[in-house]
């Protein structure tokens, strides 16, 4: 178990979770994944905004735990604050993508993500 926070470099394994969501990122975009970037609500151009959603802890967190449990293993998040909506579509791809079962606990709700699909039919 380990806590993270968007842009969290502080885990031993930071160069290896970075480098996952390098990979994560290059996937799911493959599978047709496109960043939600009008939710950055920072004047910054796009490439910066889909830089400052990639660092969000959820992800980071995914990525640890893709480097860490064996295919196939559920994922299992918590997190204190409503899942936003790009993390949202990038969990879904993520979950098809990689063949697992990601459950993330927000403030509001559990998220069952499983085949690119989740268990809040996208109302959350």
């Known amino acids: ?11 031993n394994q930071s160069k290896q979770i970075y480098e996952m969501m390098d ?24 490439e910066d905004k889909e830089d400052a959603l990639y660092r969000h802890s959820e ?9 860490n449990t064996p295919p196939g293993t559920p994922i299992r998040l918590v997190k204190n604050l ?3 909506e790009d993390c949202h579509s990038a969990t879904k791809f993520i979950s098809k ?3 697992r079962e990601i459950v993330v606990r927000d403030r ?11 268990s809040c039919k996208d109302f959350w």
């Open 1 to 11: 178990m380990y806590e993270f926070v968007a842009g969290d470099k502080s885990h």
């Open 82 to 84: 409503r899942v936003c």
């Open 97 to 99: 993508v990689y063949n």
């Open 59 to 67: 992800k980071i967190a995914i990525a640890f735990s893709l480097l």
């Open 108 to 118: 509001n709700r559990f998220h069952h993500f499983k085949n690119g699909v989740c």
């Open 23 to 46: 990979e994560m990122g290059r996937e799911i975009k493959r599978a047709g994944y496109v960043p939600t970037t009008s939710q950055v609500l920072l004047d910054i151009d796009e």
